[in-house]
Every structure is written in structure tokens, then in C-alpha cells.
């Protein structure tokens, strides 16, 4: 048990002053009202066991399993707590102490060990999968599984391979060259979202830079991180690293990293907190993650406002008709502050915006939480699905893979009238004179 008590980290613990002012804002703590689903709660498990004074269970492993790993509680604290790396640290020191076993020990081992590690296989198993659910084998496979199986009729619909393209290694700019950008392609981007990376590097080759995808890269590891598998993430982020230093300018300096999906942004953003303890690689884990942008806040900034500003306005008469709402993805709000820019975006599209209500809140997506817990994932979208309807949007705009599909799902069901795009689809959709 002294592995969760060694990855426990104390002393950013005790920057909790207990003021309890981020228990409202806790999707958990709102479904359950128990205290331990709380981030003061979770915080004073985790002292507790850091103190020697509570050994730690499998009621704890449930609770830091319960948590969405939203961020917002970091939001609305007071004190500073930095309760993303507090809960990650518990959650690899948990996973060592009481490791799973059975078909999630499985599961957990395919997807970190294998999938998140090499392109081919996931690849390989994004195309067989999409043969499983078109030939309908998905449903006795899982009949075949039992309550494990409902995992396979949770997931999303895979796209066919034509809607699985990779990107090119280099997009020239389309009009007046001002420089270059790295872009990172992700893991499971291409394989549910290759349209949304294509369009988000149509729009910066719109606004003149030279996007280079270095295709050897697989995955930044933040599932990994929020999953407990640190050691994994660190691995990764070397790589990553690596792979895009590599990447430089007509001066020999690094590019600027943008990134499409704001759960890998909010995660690079934080290589040097992750690799802190790493001497060889501190110093460039910093410097790395400081020039990592998300797409949106990249895009308002000059030269590319001057750029894409006018040629929204431009195409704006077209947008007047369709209201669009704005969902705060948590690693883009609380993750990495980023507020204003995505709405910044959204005006030049001329497009009437309907605010959503309590927009900051989770939509329940968290990674992998939708699949492994989905009643409590639906439980925490369902309050925002209220909200969404009253809106009168006829378009739901995101930047994150998860949450993109969390609210597909959860429109369906409820069999609202919405289309949900990712912000980049829109602004590429204006810029090619289309609707949005
Ligand atoms: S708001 Fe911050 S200091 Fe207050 S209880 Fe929550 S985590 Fe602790
Ligand atoms: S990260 Fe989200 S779910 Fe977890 S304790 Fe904080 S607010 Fe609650």
C-alpha cells in the first residue's frame, strides 16, 4: 500500500484550506452529495493515507474512480489547489496498490499497452471494429461478454476508412506565407475525427502558415496520465517531445505545436510538471510545453486574426439563420484557461450565439469515463442536454474529441434537433463559402 502513499503529493495537499467552496461545482459531488465524492473529500482521503492515518481500500480506488478529473473545482479554489496532478499522482499509486484484475486489467492492457502505442495496431483495430458494428457482430460479441459487453454498445460508430485519412506531413499555406506550425494529429483523432484535423489545418494554412504533421508521432499520453498509468504518459511525452523538437524553422527554432483536441493540449501543457523529476529532460519538457497552443487561441492571435477576421466577415450573411451554443470542454476552460478565444471565433462567424447554461460544467465525456462508467456519465450530461434545449441552437460547437461524442450520443437519444461540430469544422465550412 506504500505505493499510493509514495505517489501521494503531500505538500500540494495541504494547500487545501477545506473552505469548501468547490463542492457545487463538482459534477460528483452533485450527483452523490457525499463528502468523499468531493474534491475536499478526495483531497483529505488522500492526506489521510499520505499521514499514515487511513489505509488506503477499495471505497477510496472507487472514489478517485468516480471523479471526472474535470478540473473545475481548480476553477473556483481559492487556495491554488492543483487538484489535476494531485489526483493523477493518486490514481498511478492506487493502480500500483491495488492493480485490477480480470477483463479491466485486460481492457486497460490493450488499450495503454498496445492501441496508445503504435498506429498500426490501433489502426488495425479501428478497421476491424468498424467491420464488427456494419456486419452487426458487435451485438452477439457483446451478448457474448455479458455486462462487460455493454462497453461495445456504448462505443462510438467508427467511420468508414475513407473518413480515416491521415493528414499530409506538410500543408503549404494557402495564401501570403507568414511561417510555420507544427500540428499534432493524435491517437484516436484521426480515427473518429480525421475531418475535424483536416479542417483545422485548412484553416491555418488559410491563414498562411505551413503546417507540418510529423506522422511518426502516436499519442501525447494523457489518457495514460488521467487513467493512473504515469509511467506510460512519461514515455510518451519523451516521445512527443522528441518527435517535434525535431520540427524547425528557417532559423532553426522549434514551431509553434497547435493542437486541435483540448484534453492533449491541456495535458502537453504540463510536460514540464510531468517530467519535473526527469534531470535529462526537465528543462525541455518546459520549454516544450511552452509553445504548445490550443488551435483557437492560436487563431485570434495576430498575424492569423488579420488574416481570418475579414474573411469570416466576409461570409457572415450566410451564418444568420443558424444559432450556434458554445460548450466549455473542461481542459480547455479549466485545464488551460482558455475562455474568451473560442467565442472570440464564434462572433467573426456572424452566427447568432444562444449562451448555454453553465457551459464550464462537465459533459460527463472525461476520456475513457463515458465507457467504463457510462450511468454516471449520462447522469452528468443530462442536466446540460436540459440546458442545450433551451438554447434553441441548431448547432452545438466544441473542441474536444470526447466531449464531441458524449454530446452526439446524448442528442440522440434525446432526439434533439442539433448538429455538433467541432469549432474548427464551422470556421473551415465559412471559409469554403458553406453553411456551417
Ligand atoms: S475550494 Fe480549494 S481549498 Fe477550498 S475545499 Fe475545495 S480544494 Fe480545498
Ligand atoms: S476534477 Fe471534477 S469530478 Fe473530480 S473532484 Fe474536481 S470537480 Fe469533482
Redesign the pocket.
Known amino acids: 500500500m506504500n505505493e499510493l502513499k509514495d505517489r501521494i503529493d503531500y505538500a500540494k495537499s495541504l494547500?487545501?484550506?477545506?473552505?469548501?467552496?468547490?463542492?457545487n461545482s463538482c459534477p460528483t459531488y452533485r450527483l452523490s452529495g457525499a463528502e468523499p465524492s468531493?474534491?475536499?473529500g478526495r483531497?483529505h482521503l488522500m492526506r489521510s493515507v499520505a499521514e499514515g492515518a487511513l489505509e488506503p481500500d477499495a471505497r477510496m480506488k472507487e472514489e478517485f474512480d468516480f471523479c471526472l478529473l474535470c478540473r473545475h473545482?481548480e476553477s473556483?479554489?481559492?487556495?491554488g489547489?492543483k487538484?489535476g496532478q494531485l489526483m493523477e499522482g493518486a490514481r498511478d499509486g492506487a493502480e500500483r496498490a491495488m492493480p485490477r484484475t480480470g477483463f479491466a486489467r485486460v481492457a486497460r492492457e490493450l488499450g495503454f499497452g498496445v492501441l496508445l502505442r503504435s498506429r498500426t495496431a490501433l489502426r488495425a483495430f479501428t478497421a476491424l471494429g468498424r467491420l464488427a458494428q456494419v456486419s452487426g457482430a458487435t451485438a452477439w460479441t457483446a451478448k457474448l461478454l455479458g455486462t462487460h459487453g455493454q462497453m461495445l454498445v456504448d462505443a462510438p460508430s467508427l467511420p468508414p476508412a475513407r473518413d480515416r485519412q491521415r493528414p499530409a506531413a506538410l500543408t503549404r499555406a494557402t495564401g501570403t506565407r507568414v511561417g510555420a506550425v507544427a500540428f499534432l494529429e493524435g491517437c484516436v483523432m484521426t480515427e473518429l475525427f480525421a475531418r475535424v484535423n483536416a479542417a483545422a489545418i485548412r484553416t491555418l494554412a488559410y491563414a498562411g502558415f505551413d503546417v507540418h504533421v510529423p506522422l511518426r508521432h502516436m499519442c501525447c499520453g494523457s489518457l495514460h496520465a488521467h487513467n493512473g498509468e504515469l509511467t506510460g504518459a512519461r514515455e510518451l511525452a519523451r516521445e512527443t517531445i522528441a518527435l517535434f523538437d525535431a520540427l524547425v524553422d528557417e532559423h532553426g527554432q522549434p514551431l509553434p505545436v497547435i493542437v486541435d483536441s483540448a484534453g492533449c493540449g491541456s495535458h502537453m501543457k504540463e510536460y514540464g510538471h510531468l517530467l519535473a523529476d526527469d534531470l535529462a529532460w526537465s528543462a525541455r519538457a518546459a520549454a516544450f510545453a511552452r509553445r504548445v497552443y490550443d488551435w483557437t487561441e492560436w487563431l485570434v492571435r495576430e498575424p492569423a486574426r488579420s488574416v481570418l477576421q475579414p474573411a469570416l466577415a466576409a461570409q457572415a450573411a450566410r451564418h444568420r439563420d443558424t444559432t450556434v451554443t458554445w460548450d466549455d470542454p473542461c481542459h480547455l476552460c479549466h485545464g488551460q484557461g482558455i475562455r474568451s478565444q473560442p467565442r472570440l471565433l464564434i462572433s467573426w462567424l456572424g452566427a447568432p450565439h444562444a449562451p448555454l447554461r453553465d457551459a464550464e460544467s462537465c459533459c460527463g465525456s472525461a476520456g475513457i469515463y463515458s465507457l467504463v462508467r457510462p450511468e454516471d456519465s449520462k447522469a452528468v450530461l443530462a442536466p446540460k442536454l436540459e440546458a442545450l434545449q433551451e438554447t434553441g441552437a441548431q448547432v452545438l460547437l466544441t473542441a474536444n474529441p470526447g466531449c464531441h461524442l458524449q454530446w452526439e450520443s446524448g442528442v440522440k437519444r434525446t432526439g434533439q434537433s442539433v448538429r455538433v461540430l467541432h469549432l474548427a469544422e464551422a470556421i473551415d465550412n465559412s471559409l469554403r463559402g458553406q453553411a456551417l
Not at 494547500?15 to 463542492?23: A, P
Open positions: 494547500d487545501c484550506v477545506h473552505c469548501g467552496l468547490c463542492l468531493s474534491p475536499r483531497i473545482c473556483v479554489c481559492p487556495s489547489v487538484f
